[in-house]
């Protein structure tokens, strides 16, 4: 008889949850919007529902676990989400007492992107490395580090936040309440931020004629439709994040020389316009030894990342 896990993951925008085998596979899934501006107590209701459905669709006597692949902070032991940006009102949500209660299987939690860096080293761009830098750059600048092959999560399950490397003293305030954080300077939101600013004192860019004078319209994407265009301004905004992201994987590199890294995230699909700046960075602050044989390779699991992720969790017992 097969056996299965269930792999929810809770987005902001989206709450996915799946049946997956001990591979990986995802064999029939559940999405719809998280509705997170309805506060935890709704999402929670309507995440049960979807977890049990899949559980009932083939009996729970074949559910091994079930994994959760959730933004933080939050500590992965206790089960609980300290807080999150993307999710009003979750202060200190019992999530995975929660759920364990409703379904009576075993419940593992884990940070988003610490989990999509095991997923890319398990299934996905970093398969059969051990020691490797996952980054995802988009609305912000999430990642994950492994150390040989286990995640390296800290005391309290809080390490591996990339983004929030301090590069400027003195620089933009970010999400998080620090100052130029690498994701205040190189995230999707940064460049939305700066471009703006640009747009708002005059600056001649086809990213004013795209956004049709509506400051709101500036996002990562029109920056980037107007950089394709070649405008001057947009492809300066996406040099300079560049710059930062090569900046904040010299830091890596130093504190834990990995074998790779994978770069995810919606922002990264700029290609070139972000990582020739930021190759060049790298090289230029940075010993040969280091960077020499640590290659830059893009994500390889797509949006699947998250469940994948949570599954492997789930399969793994938390002991990752």
């Avoid at 596979?25 to 899949?54: D, K, N, W």
């Avoid at 075993?106 to 020691?131: C, I, K, T, W, Y």
């Avoid at 983004?163 to 620090?178: D, K, Q, V, Y």
Wanted: aromatic share 4%; hydrophobic share 45%.
């Amino acid at each position: 008889m097969e056996e299965w896990v269930i792999a929810v993951d809770l987005g902001g925008t989206l709450l996915r949850v799946a049946l997956c085998n001990n591979q990986g596979e995802i064999q029939a899934r559940h999405v719809e919007p998280t509705l997170a501006e309805e506060g935890p107590e709704s999402v929670l209701m309507r995440l049960i529902a979807s977890v049990r459905r899949l559980g009932d669709s083939v009996g729970w006597d074949r559910i091994q676990a079930i994994g959760v692949s959730s933004p933080g902070p939050l500590d992965p032991w206790r089960g609980v989400i300290h807080w999150s940006p993307n999710l009003p009102g979750w202060h200190q949500v019992p999530l995975v007492e929660r759920l364990q209660a409703a379904v009576g299987r075993p419940v593992f939690l884990g940070n988003d992107a610490n989990l999509a860096a095991l997923a890319e080293q398990r299934r996905g761009a970093g398969r059969g490395q051990s020691d490797l830098v996952y980054l995802t750059i988009s609305t912000g600048i999430g990642g994950g580090v492994i150390s040989h092959g286990r995640l390296v999560l800290g005391r309290g399950g809080l390490a591996g936040e990339v983004g929030h490397m301090t590069l400027e003293a003195n620089g933009p305030r970010c999400n998080c309440g620090n100052i130029g954080c690498l994701e205040a300077l190189a995230s999707g939101t940064a460049i939305a931020r700066q471009a703006r600013e640009l747009v708002a004192a005059g600056a001649r860019t086809r990213i004013a004629d795209l956004a049709a004078g509506d400051l709101d319209r500036i996002d990562a994407r029109l920056v980037h439709q107007a950089a394709s265009d070649g405008d001057v301004v947009a492809v300066d905004l996406f040099r300079k994040a560049g710059v930062y992201l090569g900046i904040g994987l010299v830091n890596l590199m130093y504190l834990f020389n990995p074998a790779l890294f994978v770069i995810g995230g919606g922002v990264a699909k700029a290609g070139d316009l972000l990582f020739v700046p930021m190759h060049a960075t790298l090289r230029a602050r940075i010993h040969e030894i280091y960077w020499k044989d640590c290659p830059v390779v893009p994500a390889a699991l797509g949006d699947d990342v998250g469940l994948i992720g949570a599954a492997i969790l789930a399969w793994e017992r938390g002991e990752v």
